[in-house]
């Protein structure tokens, strides 16, 4: 008989398609729609106009996807092994953050929620498969991850799992039906109290408060996503970021205590990809790029943009700087 699942078993079924916790959480508004009113009111979004034109869809997203009753949010991890200081350190090679340590997550992560999705279909009776989200559609995944009762936000505005740290990514399927179990609280002792390394150690100041990133100043923003040139006064703060940066996961208390690798993992380091010389870098022409980073994030940021934060890296190293 069709039936729908609960959030026991939908938990499960999320652990059997390879994610490392999972839980589900009730639709409705989010409780930080001030905060993300007050962080566009700011400007904080730098170049991304599309936060302000779908915000009362990410506050709450039956705005866009009309009957959902509850979200099955998934959490993997992309924590792997300590980069070797050799290449890691060397001030002729760039740096790139963590996460874009080999296949580009949105693919990892859709296809494990799209085959979660079609299993789900078949059991529940359902003419199409739920909605899946991985970073792409206007949801506060962070914010449904704190619902789900999987972990909190913390002062970096990274969503800390208690039993994972931050080195992780959500994704999760829009469900028509309200699951049946509410969200257990995060365990004690979790938040962030008083530490303040993540806002210490960011080198732009981009962590303008807590819970609040200034993109107009995050590496991950400006290596990654920006067109535009990187302020001069920035440059000398980059180090050897050339895409993305960890600089304020790094020093987490969570994230050096709890941090491991996937339970299916998908990611290894590759000193050639992930700490390049920064000359091969400005000499990759297109072809060569394409055959680099292909099915990577870096795919996404593109030949013009490695290039330009490859050459402020190289100058960074020469001076001794990161």
Not at 51 to 77: N, Q
Not at 182 to 192: E, H, I, M, R
Request: charged share 25%; aromatic share 8%; net charge positive.
């Amino acid at each position: 008989m069709d039936r729908h699942p609960g959030a026991d078993d939908l938990r499960t079924m999320a652990m059997e398609a390879g994610f490392d916790l999972a839980a589900v959480a009730p639709a409705g508004p989010s409780p930080r729609a001030a905060a993300l009113r007050a962080w566009l009111a700011a400007g904080y979004q730098a170049g991304m106009a599309w936060m302000a034109r779908t915000a009362d869809r990410r506050i709450d997203p039956r705005v866009a996807w009309p009957g959902t009753g509850s979200f099955l949010v998934a959490g993997l991890s992309y924590f792997t092994a300590e980069p070797p200081p050799g290449p890691w350190n060397d001030p002729a090679r760039g740096r790139v953050a963590r996460y874009a340590w080999g296949p580009d997550y949105h693919e990892v992560l859709g296809d494990r929620l799209r085959g979660l999705a079609e299993r789900i279909r078949r059991l529940a009776g359902l003419a199409q498969p739920p909605r899946v989200f991985v970073d792409t559609a206007a949801v506060l995944e962070r914010d449904l991850a704190e619902r789900a009762g999987l972990g909190f936000i913390g002062r970096n505005a990274q969503w800390i799992a208690p039993d994972l740290g931050s080195y992780a990514h959500i994704g999760g399927l829009a469900l028509p039906w309200a699951a049946d179990a509410a969200p257990p609280p995060p365990p004690a002792g979790a938040g962030c109290g008083r530490c303040r390394r993540c806002r210490d150690a960011c080198p732009t100041g981009a962590l303008a408060a807590d819970r609040l990133v200034d993109a107009r100043r995050c590496l991950s923003w400006l290596t990654l996503e920006s067109r535009d040139p990187i302020p001069e006064d920035l440059q000398p703060r980059m180090g050897r970021w050339i895409a993305g940066c960890d600089a304020c996961q790094e020093p987490c208390p969570w994230v050096r205590a709890k941090s491991r690798p996937a339970g299916a993992p998908y990611l290894r380091f590759d000193a050639d990809l992930h700490a390049p010389r920064l000359d091969a870098v400005l000499a990759l022409d297109d072809a060569g790029f394409r055959e680099r980073y292909h099915g990577t994030v870096l795919a996404r940021t593109g030949l013009d943009r490695l290039r330009r934060n490859a050459a402020i890296a190289m100058a960074n190293g020469r001076a001794g700087r990161g």
